[in-house]
């Protein structure tokens, strides 16, 4: 493993993954760099951070032309970077989260597919849409942009809420060979048999102790689906100290064994990741965009500090560094939290940094 200064790090680190040219790698390392120690996404914040010996004005100027370029888009300067990462995990089976989430004062919503890595998400593709609940033709377009970057030699298992827990993105999911746990809601039908009567999800005899399993259902009226597997358990929801669900209902491919409720909480590390971004990380929101070309190409440069530095908080746990930044008894950092943390720390202090260009399970 390679070692440089961080910025030279960064640089060279792009340069392996990213098929840029080196301007164009080196113009996205600054202003990667630059995010990291600004800490937010406010764009005079971040330009006080470039290292580029011109005036304030000149520097905001320069990073907005830069997140109108072409290059910067995640097409070019991210997808190249993730499908490398995603081919270098050792894990034989990948757990897909898909979920959405507001970004500006409910305008704009971010929905994103992301990898499941230790209890929180590495981000793999996203969309920048209006606000509001998404339909079948964007969550299968967010697919597509998603299956050339998954080695395929690993198995698949894809997860969501109700939101996208629709027939039709079930059996497109399952065209790829891909298995998934997906919620529904307490309204859709089911038959427990194929000559059964149908009923709705809300009459399974679900208690506070007790979850239900039932296998080889068909879901929905319209469609009869399956055979499906079901479960349901009791599990509070609140949504603004309000009281919003009390049970949860999933409809999956994977066959009902002990291990089927922890495997689904395996979704809950997407919001980790979308809390990251906005209230305990980037501050994404603060940013003061309004161009969805700059606001996704501003992403596309978080989410590549994110996989890189989450990269380096699992690397500092496999060698025995946590505790140079973390040495509480119980850790209490997250790996981004723990990477970023030492990488400030490291360029402050005029350290090596290490050129990771693998994703450690």
Known sequence: MDYYPVKKCLQVLFERQIPLSKAQNHHLSDLCLAVLLAGQTHLSKIARQLDHPTQQASRIQWIRRLLDAPYSSPEYAYSPFIKSLLHSYASPTLHLLIDRTDLVDHKLDLVCISLNFHRHAIPIVWQIVPNGMTGYRQQKELIRRCIP??????????????????????????????????????TNYYYPTRHAPPQTLATLPVTPTQAVYRQDILLTKKHQYGPLNLFAFYHPVYHHNRRKQDIRYYATSLPVTQNLRRIGKRRWGIECYFKDLKSAGWQLPMSQLHHIKRYNSLVTILNLAYSWITCLGRWLSKTSQRHLIDNKPTPHLSLFRLGWDWLVHTFRCGQLCPVLTTLYR
């Not at 298992?157 to 746990?181: A, K, L, P």
Request: aromatic share 14%; no cysteine; hydrophobic share 35%.
């Open 149 to 186: 970057l998954i080695p395929t030699t690993k198995s698949v298992v894809f997860h969501g809420d109700n939101e996208f827990g629709s027939v039709t993105t079930m059996r497109y999911v399952h065209q790829q060979g891909w298995d998934f746990i997906l919620a529904q809601s307490s």
